[in-house]
């Protein structure tokens, strides 16, 4: 079993559908869970981070964590075009950047 | 704003010669720095950790002579790719450790290294 698993995609959504992304994580001891956006040929950037379980919502966007399921996801509400793009969920244990360990990424389309 | 400046974004170079790629922090100084390689819709490859002042650690598989990593000061990580080879051209992408814990990375806009 990977450390970090996610849904695979691609995933196609029409504009201004809610999108729903996921990622099951195996270790225990993480406690920093981040979404970064990855367009095309540029590096990543970060969109959220939550420190243990919780929401926080940023604008059009909520992360959700679920410790006790091991379960992260970010919602996209009122999805635009320019949200298409691959997301990246990540997450690390307390220890200044230990066992820093990214998700296999989750291509996005939002079609106009 | 941008905490991170990577250059150059673009690359092209013949065979056998060298090429370095800079990551600048700026404005704060950033004791560990991360270096990695991404194939086109495939996920980031950790290739090292390259630490102020000590030698990188490189993971499994990387080769330390043919990718130089040198982090002379806290605010520069530069990393080197020696002797390149058409099979080294990709995207390179460094990222620095930052917050309160120093468990979030921030990312350089990437380098595209294309070798002839």
């Known amino acids: 079993q990977k450390e970090v698993e996610q849904d695979p995609g691609p995933l196609s959504v029409p504009e201004g559908a809610i999108v729903s992304l996921n990622c099951t994580y195996s270790n225990s001891a993480f406690q920093y869970f981040m979404w970064y956006r990855q367009y095309s040929r540029k590096g990543p950037e970060l969109l959220m981070y939550?420190?243990?379980?919780g929401n926080k919502e940023d604008g059009r966007f909520t992360a959700q964590v679920d410790k006790s399921s091991k379960y992260i996801s970010l919602f996209i509400r009122d999805s635009q075009p320019s949200d298409s793009a691959t997301y990246l969920c990540a997450m690390s244990e307390e220890n200044y950047g230990q066992n820093f360990v990214f998700g296999p990424g989750t291509r996005l389309s939002v079609l106009p | 704003g941008a905490v991170v400046s990577q250059h150059p974004s673009w690359v092209i170079c013949k065979s056998g010669t060298s090429v370095k790629i800079e990551c600048r922090s700026l404005?704060?100084?950033?004791?560990?720095m991360f270096w990695y390689r991404q194939f086109p819709k495939q996920s980031l490859m950790l290739m090292a950790t390259?630490?102020?002042?000590?030698?990188?650690?490189?993971e499994q598989g990387v080769e330390k002579d043919k990718f130089l990593i040198n982090h002379a000061s806290l605010t520069l990580s530069t990393l080197t790719v020696t002797s390149a080879h058409p099979e080294d051209s990709s995207f390179y992408i460094c990222?620095?450790?930052?917050?309160?814990?120093?468990?979030?990375?921030?990312f350089g806009a990437g380098t595209r290294l294309s070798v002839l």
């Open positions: 390259s630490n102020e002042g000590s030698k990188a650690t490189y």
């Open positions: 990222s620095v450790l930052l917050g309160i814990a120093k468990n979030i990375q921030y």
């Open positions: 939550t420190y243990s379980s």
């Open positions: 404005d704060f100084q950033a004791t560990t």
